[in-house]
C-alpha cells in the first residue's frame, strides 16, 4: 500500500510539473503584445523621422495628419506620414518602408485610414525633404 501510495504521488507531482514547464514554454509569443503608436509602427518599418526647414515647414502644414501621403516626381517615389498636426517634423520612407509598415499596421489593427495612401501627389518639396532625410542635402 505505501509503494502505490508513494507511486501516485510520483505521478500527481510529474503531471503538475509537465503543466508548469508546458505554461513556461509557451514564452511571451503566446502572450498579447503591447500595442504601438503610428510613429513608433513608422520607425520599426524603417522610415526615417526628418526635421524640415525653411519652405519645407509650410509644405509640411498641407499634408494631412496621421495619413500616408505618396509623393512622386521625377520617376522618384517616397512615403511622407505627419504623425503630429503642426509639427516641423514628419516621417519618411521608400516602398519596402511603407509595405513593412502596412504590414504592421495591419497586426496592430491600426486604422485602415492611417496605414493606406490618402493622397498621391508630385511635388518637388517631398523629393527634396527625402533627400535630406538621406543625407544627400
Known amino acids: ?81 505627419c504623425t503630429d498636426p503642426g509639427s516641423k517634423q514628419c516621417y519618411l520612407g521608400d516602398k519596402a518602408a511603407y509595405q513593412r509598415y502596412q504590414q504592421m499596421a495591419i497586426q496592430q489593427n491600426i486604422s485602415e485610414d492611417q496605414h493606406k495612401v490618402s493622397e498621391e501627389r508630385s511635388d518637388p518639396e517631398a523629393l527634396q525633404m527625402w533627400a535630406d532625410s538621406q543625407g544627400a542635402g
Not at 505505501?2 to 505554461?23: E, S
Not at 500595442?35 to 519645407?56: C, E, I, N, Y
Open 1 to 81: 500500500m505505501k509503494g502505490k501510495a508513494a507511486w501516485l504521488g510520483v505521478v500527481v507531482m510529474t503531471a503538475v510539473l509537465g503543466i508548469a514547464l508546458v505554461g513556461c514554454a509557451t514564452g511571451p509569443s503566446s502572450s498579447p503584445t503591447a500595442v504601438k503608436s503610428q510613429a513608433d509602427l513608422l520607425k520599426d518599418a524603417g522610415f526615417r523621422l526628418h526635421t524640415a526647414q525653411g519652405a519645407h515647414v509650410a509644405y509640411l502644414q498641407t499634408l494631412p495628419a496621421k495619413k500616408v501621403v505618396l509623393n512622386q516626381y521625377k520617376g522618384q517615389t517616397c512615403y511622407l506620414v
